[in-house]
């Protein structure tokens, strides 16, 4: 039977006492993250089952109370743009993990360098993915510097 040491389970004590402040936040940030950067020149697609034209999203209404903050960005571009984008933002922070009261963000191509791009691919790694988590800063903060990042990535564009 394995179990907690004293240290984790006060850590998972006191975040399962929050969880029901911070959610409606996690919520409400990643829907507003979803709902800026879907059909943003910059972004491909937009991965997020809050989303009505997320193919799983009837399901996902059914079943959930809020859609959760962490969603998939898509950039058509690859590995360099998804990249890039990570570099301009100021909320959330790189991270390999998600789960944070901040806003955290994961290029998972950076994290499976060990492999080849076309096996990232067939294992549902493209380049050009970035999944943030939007942690529980204020809600227009972090849609307008997911914006400015975005659109630094179109003036770069068009410079180049």
Do not use: C, K
């Amino acid at each position: 039977m394995a179990t907690l040491g004293p240290v984790d389970a006060w850590l998972l004590l006191r975040g399962m006492r929050t969880l029901p402040l911070r959610m409606p936040r996690h919520n409400a940030n990643g829907l507003a993250l979803a709902e800026a950067l879907n059909g943003h020149p910059a972004v491909a697609t937009v991965h997020y089952p809050g989303l009505a034209a997320h193919p799983q999203h009837t399901l996902a209404a059914d079943q959930m109370s809020g859609f959760g903050g962490v969603l998939g960005i898509e950039f058509a571009d690859g590995f360099e743009r998804a990249d890039a984008f990570l570099g301009r933002l100021r909320y959330p922070r790189r991270s390999a993990g998600l789960g944070g009261v901040e806003s955290l963000a994961v290029h998972p191509a950076s994290m499976w360098r060990g492999m080849h791009s076309e096996e990232q691919i067939a294992v549902s790694v493209p380049p050009g993915l970035v999944r943030p988590a939007a942690g529980t800063e204020d809600t227009a903060d972090v849609v307008a510097d997911a914006l400015a990042a975005a659109d630094a990535l179109l003036d770069e564009a068009a410079t180049t």
